[in-house]
């Protein structure tokens, strides 16, 4: 038997041997690993990538991400376990014996360098020219593992075409390095089942049944894969530059609106820990950068919940004063395009049951370019309006053929929070120095209501205020109207709010346990729909659905990396900012009642709110012809 | 494909997955069953499938890519699978092949007008004593010459 850290001895004569717990109370209990010289005990079942975690040894992965299942593809975390023949990976051996592990013999780092090496020899594309240069995973672990030379060749023409059919994700599979991160993402985390890899062997590769565009398969453009993808091979559609055109031609009157969860996650991209808004920063950077108006999405969000409050209160009256059986209740929230594709793609027999409100995103494009317009005195077609989003599927919502309520395309292009930071250091700016500064009027004022739409939970927590008010007359009875019940990370949440002493035009509701859900994922907005459908959901009344992990915050438009912990962060930091607002019931918005009482006179859901802020939506099915 | 055919098709693969189950080992059988009577498993057809063991279609899809014995697309009645290995090539496999294609008038990864043969490469078959060797549908056929090749394959109907 050769020496151990010979790297020539014939791996076959290598003793496999794991030592056997002699002592009883391991098993189930505490295990005593030796990591690199320092004895450590883990509770059994760990696996050595935690353990290493837990004490401060670092290994590096590349498949491996905290939201997603462990696969072991990459073998980037390889090391050495005494008595094994071969190395290991950390992320997939579980610690169920006192073993030795060595995470940096001559052995380990050279398999490492190669392991780097291999996966460089198939990717294709420049650093320079690729959106995650300086963010990418693949980048890192090559100057981690002192790379310097394609030790297994380079390919140098692209094997694959970009697959740029789809309106808000572009797919580059010369840029795969296969760590199925995305797979497991769509089809482990939200359930869609876009991705899979197919063929076998050196043909292998990431693609779409019978390896179809984007655009012709059951993709909701949530991003999730986007935001996992550990390189470049997935991006977002940038109309940056279509909007630096539209600023740069001075008959065009360039608006923008904010949505609350890129504010709070902008930072990152400037290299600030997750957990820090930057709301007046983002404005006086966004009128430097050239916008004419800066608006906040909140507005139309407070909007949205007077009319999708209103239209609540509408089917509770039909279903229990008219008796009315064809009102659908629960009511669903219609916010996130990612779920209202996801729903007309898999559920399309239960589209009634959406609320017909728009999203803020749309109702904002609607109101800009007809009220302010007409207040502002500026022709409607020399209005551009942009959306900075959190979302890939605001970009597909936006381009919806229906979402032309104003006589226009409603809202022109649709931002992520990562191009809009490309586009203010692009113009030379460092956000977190920036002066604060105000949003603009007449939409510049917003309740907090609006701003929490950004967490899960928030929509409900937001609608609830409102309703509640307006049905009793009183404020929730909620500490601070923190209405904890709808906050936190639980996949699927149920609770209720019992109305009492109601007001004299709501007494149909008196006594009435006011239930709702709130779900995020679209894997547990499945789990709420397969409740539907077994009629479970009799005597819920509302629900909220978010396409993504985490709402708004975690979406696929986000700074990369995303994680459960970075999205507690920034839901804190939304909390945070919205207890600090003097405004925080959406029906409390002075710019609120001035628009119904100017514009949208008939009231909300009236006929004009109607045509401007309600949409309907299509049946698609989930065949793929 | 027409409506009836759909129907029929989902009618059968309703019968399979009753057969063999709805779980995820019997994806495999479910496939071959539909490999074996039609040649081949269409894009409807593991729509239905994917419908049928609630999974989505593109992991069907990736199994039959994966998979050189199961096909998305329409094949020959009958198919032809010659070595392309080592040993094969050793022991004459190239006249063969020369053979095979001038006679059938297509190469290889190709179906014949009449839709009779589908010719393909396959590795290793085990029968690197016995080279070159080829294997029609289920059966093998080994020590081949240009000669024996081409009446095999004429004798197929």
């Known amino acids: 038997m050769g020496k151990r850290n010979n790297l020539r001895t014939p791996v076959s004569q290598r003793p496999h041997v794991v030592p056997k717990p002699t002592d009883t109370s391991y098993i189930g209990g505490m295990v005593s690993v030796q990591i690199n010289e320092k004895k450590v005990s883990v509770p059994l079942g760990t696996t050595i990538l935690e353990a290493c975690k837990e004490n401060q040894i670092h290994i590096p992965t590349l498949c491996n991400h905290d939201d997603l299942c462990v696969a072991g593809v990459c073998r980037i975390c390889v090391v050495e376990v005494e008595g094994m023949r071969t190395l290991q990976t950390a992320c997939t051996f579980p610690i169920t014996a006192p073993i030795k592990i060595h995470t940096s013999t001559p052995m380990v780092r050279k398999a490492r360098r190669h392991i780097v090496d291999l996966l460089l020899s198939e990717h294709y594309g420049e650093c320079y020219s690729c959106f995650r240069n300086e963010n990418c995973e693949l980048q890192t672990l090559a100057k981690e593992y002192g790379v310097d030379e394609y030790t297994f060749g380079h390919i140098n023409s692209p094997r694959h075409e970009i697959d740029n059919s789809s309106t808000s994700v572009i797919r580059d599979m010369n840029k795969c390095v296969l760590c199925k991160r995305c797979v497991r993402t769509c089809i482990d985390l939200q359930e869609v089942g876009v991705l899979e890899a197919l063929n076998r062997g050196h043909d292998t590769k990431v693609g779409t049944f019978l390896d179809k565009p984007l655009a012709d398969v059951i993709c909701i453009y949530c991003g999730q894969c986007i935001n996992r993808c550990p390189t470049g091979a997935l991006r977002a559609n940038d109309p940056s530059d279509d909007i630096w055109d539209a600023i740069d031609d001075p008959t065009k009157h360039v608006v923008i609106q904010t949505a609350p969860s890129p504010r709070a996650a902008i930072g990152e991209e400037f290299g600030i820990e997750p957990g820090k808004s930057f709301t007046g920063e983002l404005n006086t950077a966004l009128k430097r950068i050239g916008f004419d108006k800066v608006f906040d999405t909140n507005f139309t969000a407070d909007l949205t919940i007077i009319e999708e409050g209103t239209e609540l209160l509408n089917r509770l009256k039909k279903a229990l004063v008219d008796k009315d059986e064809s009102v659908k209740l629960p009511q669903f929230t219609s916010c996130s395009p990612g779920w209202i594709k996801f729903i007309e793609h898999f559920y399309p027999e239960y589209l009634d049951y959406l609320s017909t409100a728009k999203s803020p995103q749309q109702m904002f494009g609607a109101i800009t370019k007809t009220f302010y317009a007409q207040q502002a005195g500026i022709d409607s077609v020399n209005i551009v309006t942009v959306a900075l989003m959190p979302c890939s599927a605001k970009k597909f919502e936006c381009n919806r053929p229906e979402m032309n309520a104003s006589g226009y395309k409603d809202v022109d292009y649709g931002l992520t929070t990562r191009e809009m930071a490309k586009m203010i250091k692009e113009a030379g700016i460092y956000l977190p120095e920036m002066p604060k500064s105000h949003f603009d009027d007449p939409f510049g004022e917003a309740s907090g209501a609006g ?54 035009k709501y007494n149909f509701l008196e006594g009435v346990e006011l239930k709702f859900i709130v779900a995020h994922g679209t894997a547990n907005a499945k789990i709420v729909m397969e409740m539907l459908k077994r009629g479970e959901l009799s005597d819920v009344h509302f629900v909220e659905i978010m396409a993504c992990p985490g709402g708004c915050l975690g979406g696929g438009g986000q700074p990369i990396p995303t994680s459960e912990e970075i999205r507690k962060k920034r839901a804190q930091a939304i909390y945070e900012e919205e207890e600090s607002l003097p405004i925080r019931k959406s029906h409390e918005n002075p710019h609120i009642k001035y628009i119904y009482e100017n514009f949208l006179t008939e009231g909300p859901c009236g006929e004009l709110s109607h045509k401007l802020l309600h949409t309907h939506y299509t049946k698609r099915g989930k065949y793929i012809s | ?149 081409v009446n095999i394959l004429n004798e197929i109907k």
Do not use: W
Request: hydrophobic share 35%; charged share 25%.
């Open chain 1, 451 to 504: 701003l929490i739409f950004g967490a899960t939970g928030g929509v409900m927590e937001a609608a609830l205020r409102t309703v509640y008010e307006l049905v009793t007359g009183r404020v929730v009875p909620f500490d601070n109207l923190r209405i904890e019940p709808c906050r936190g990370f639980e996949g699927v949440k149920q609770a209720s709010v019992k109305l009492e002493r109601c007001v004299e």
């Open chain 2, 1 to 149: 494909m027409l409506v009836y055919e759909q129907n029929a098709l989902s009618e059968e693969i309703e019968n399979l997955v009753k057969k063999y189950g709805n779980d995820r080992p019997a994806l495999l059988e479910i496939l071959q069953d539909i490999q074996r009577k039609h040649k081949y498993i269409s894009d409807f057809a593991q729509q239905e499938v994917a419908r049928l063991m609630n999974i989505h279609p593109v992991e069907v899809n990736s199994v039959i890519s994966f998979y050189s014995f199961l096909h998305s697309h329409p094949q020959g009645r009958n198919i032809v699978r010659l070595c392309r290995t080592i040993m094969c090539e050793h022991a004459g496999k190239e006249k063969v092949e020369q053979a095979i294609e001038r006679e059938l008038g297509i190469s290889f990864g190709q179906t014949t007008k009449d839709n009779r043969i589908t010719l393909e490469y396959t590795n290793c078959l085990g029968m690197c004593d016995m080279g070159p060797a080829m294997i029609v549908n289920d059966r093998v056929y080994t020590h081949l010459d240009p000669e024996r090749a």
